[in-house]
């Protein structure tokens, strides 16, 4: 498959830092208050503002790093703005709690359609995986698959129709438990081997399909 080949996703060794405003897992900076369910804390809209972070625990971070709680979001230092500038991505502000800029840029995933997992081969792997496939919520009726490993995903579908015209992107399945929310995403391999040459020791690359 053409996504294996071209395509990778990323799995975070650490994570860093607290989003603001702690009481919403700083789901109000990035969606707003009314763009999430207050149940299950799943974003019912696209990102509209900025990622906010507390100052403590980031004086020395590396060049590439996902926040705490926020396992779809990746920040870069401002060193890699120029390489990545050269791909057609997005590339945000981070803000400190106060509202002053970070020293760090997040480079957004937007969600690419339609679904990514044929439901019922997603389904037959998360039972066999956790016992159970996922849970809709009652106050949002979304949703949400328990998360996978990459290499245990099936594979993606009609990536030659709508990922191949990307660069970055995010599933609009969700994952998680609990509070826990976030999309798969994936990129071009020559981005994440941009990511990765500057912070090895912090994630590692991999396919997300297994096939």
């Given at each position: 498959m053409k996504l294996?080949?071209?395509?990778?996703?990323?799995?975070?060794?650490?994570?860093r830092g607290w989003p603001v405003p702690e009481s919403s897992w700083g789901l109000d900076s990035l969606y707003g208050e009314?763009?999430?369910?207050?149940?299950?804390?799943?974003?019912?809209?696209?990102?509209v503002g900025a990622l906010r972070l507390q100052r403590r625990g980031l004086?020395?971070?590396?060049?590439?790093?996902?926040?705490?709680?926020?396992?779809?979001?990746?920040?870069?230092?401002?060193?890699?703005?120029?390489?990545?500038?050269?791909?057609?991505?997005?590339?945000?502000?981070?803000?400190?709690?106060?509202?002053?800029?970070?020293p760090f840029k997040q480079l957004v995933f937007p969600t690419i359609q339609p679904h990514w997992f044929e439901p019922n081969r997603l389904r037959e792997r998360l039972e066999r995986v956790?016992?159970?496939?996922?849970?809709?919520?009652?106050?949002?009726?979304?949703?949400?698959?328990?998360?996978?490993?990459?290499?245990?995903?099936?594979?993606?579908?009609?990536?030659?129709?709508?990922?191949?015209?990307?660069?970055?992107?995010?599933?609009p399945e969700w994952f998680g438990d609990g509070w826990v929310c976030f999309r798969e995403f994936a990129m071009l391999r020559e981005i994440g081997e941009l990511l990765y040459r500057n912070s090895p020791r912090e994630f590692s690359l991999a396919a997300l399909s297994s096939a």
């Open positions: 294996l080949e071209e395509y990778v996703t990323m799995r975070m060794r650490n994570n009314a763009g999430w369910c207050k149940s299950c804390g799943m974003p019912l809209i696209e990102q004086a020395k971070v590396p060049d590439v790093w996902m926040p705490n709680w926020r396992f779809d979001v990746i920040c870069v230092s401002e060193s890699l703005v120029e390489p990545l500038s050269s791909f057609p991505v997005d590339l945000r502000d981070v803000e400190w709690s106060n509202g002053d800029l970070a956790h016992g159970v496939a996922g849970a809709e919520c009652k106050a949002c009726d979304r949703w949400r698959w328990m998360p996978l490993k990459p290499g245990e995903f099936p594979d993606v579908l009609g990536m030659d129709g709508w990922m191949g015209r990307h660069f970055v992107g995010a599933s």
